[in-house]
DNA sequence: AAACGACCGATTGACAGATA
DNA sequence: TATCTGTCAATCGGTCGTTT
């Protein structure tokens, strides 16, 4: 059917056979015909009858193709998204109906923060692994403000990061209460020097987070900064708390960190506490997880297990 | 620059097997 | 038996490298 013939829905209601929407999915990512038939272990001409019949079915052209030309239409998009989305309900489905009630399996995605050091969290994973042996992890380390989209976006089951204000559709609890404290490297000239005023520090050089922004997770600490007049320029920042210490420690300028983060290298000389004494900010390591995802059993264990030694559960 | 041929990818027609 | 969905073979049209 030529495409200009085809202006209308031809099967109204008809119901949409859902290998059709699979060969499409490989058509779009392998971006090929020829391509997909190798995925999906059919032909090329099975594929390209295979599109054919989607987009007679739906009454629009899907990927305007020819002779080195290949491109998703609008429509193309708009299917192939819907297409994903389906496919992912229907791969899920096998793993819901065969999981037992005793025998927890699967994977489970994590998104964390960087460095988020508490033995709350290693032990929960030690016992967690103990119960339920078979069940296999990925960590990803990623700021909080990619780590709320994933969730939003339901590309991962849960996280442990920071939090301004509760966001629409995401659950959290205070995992970890933690103080940020400013600390200057053993270059500063404030280096061991005690009983140090805020009016001390107030002009030094300033390494942050990249999320220490009036709209980032990190708020408390620029109210901190202009609330208690810092006029210093900020030389460094980073997303990685790893990174944020080591410019403290090389002297760029002073800088916030956990102090129990910090406790170490200050033990070992390599960062010294500035004032104020009793901490810049109070930033709480919240779980988080989205509220209308289906989480599979080994998510669900893994949550349970998490919010059971929250602070705030 | 034009012509040529090899190659690649898509479509079409004929036909076969499975299924309602 | 009609319909759907697959394969195979032939064909078309474009790209690319080589030759003249």
């Known amino acids: 059917m030529a495409k200009e013939e085809r202006g209308q829905r031809p099967h109204p209601g008809h119901p949409l056979d859902w290998n059709l929407l699979r060969t499409f999915i490989a ?12 995925r999906l ?12 019949r989607l987009e007679d079915r739906l009454g629009l052209p899907l990927i305007d193709r020819g002779a080195g030309r290949f491109a998703v239409t609008a429509a193309g998009a708009r299917v192939y998204d819907e297409a994903v989305a389906i496919h992912g309900a229907v791969s899920r ?21 960087s460095r988020i050091q508490t033995d709350r969290l290693d032990r929960s994973l030690r016992d967690f692994h103990r119960r339920h042996p078979t069940v296999t992890f990925r960590i990803d380390v990623m700021e909080s ?11 991962g089951a849960m996280a442990l990061c920071l939090l301004r204000e509760p966001i629409p559709g995401l659950s959290s609890v205070v995992f970890l209460r933690q103080t940020y404290r400013l600390y200057c490297g053993p270059d500063s000239r404030l280096f061991g020097r005690r ?3 805020v009016a001390d520090v107030r002009h030094e050089d300033f ?60 033990a070992d000389g390599l960062l010294w506490e500035l004032p104020p004494y009793d901490g810049v900010a109070p930033v709480d390591v919240h779980l988080m997880w989205n509220s209308s995802a289906k989480l599979n059993r080994a998510e669900r264990a893994l949550l349970d297990c998490l919010c059971a030694v929250s602070v705030s559960a």
Do not use: W, Y
């Not at 272990?41 to 054919?52: C, D």
């Not at 489905?93 to 005793?102: F, K």
């Not at 403000?145 to 590309?155: G, K, S």
């Not at 999320?211 to 708020?219: F, K, T």
């Open 207 to 266: 390494v942050s987070f990249t999320s220490d922004q009036i709209d980032g997770v990190l708020l408390p600490l620029t109210l901190f900064r202009a609330r208690e007049g810092f006029a210093g320029r900020i030389v460094a920042s980073s997303g990685n708390l790893d990174e944020v210490r080591r410019m403290i420690v090389c002297g760029l300028g002073i800088g916030p960190l956990p102090d129990h983060i910090a406790a170490r290298d200050v």
């Open 195 to 197: 009983g140090l005023d």
């Open 145 to 155: 403000a990619a780590i709320h989209i994933a969730l939003l976006q339901r590309t």
């Open 93 to 113: 489905l096998d793993t819901l109906v065969h999981e037992t009630q005793d025998d927890i399996s699967g994977h489970v995605r994590l998104l964390m923060t």
């Open 41 to 52: 272990s059919l032909t090329q001409p099975a594929v390209s009858l295979a599109l054919k």
């Open 27 to 38: 058509i779009v990512q392998e971006g090929s015909i020829t391509k997909a038939g190798l």
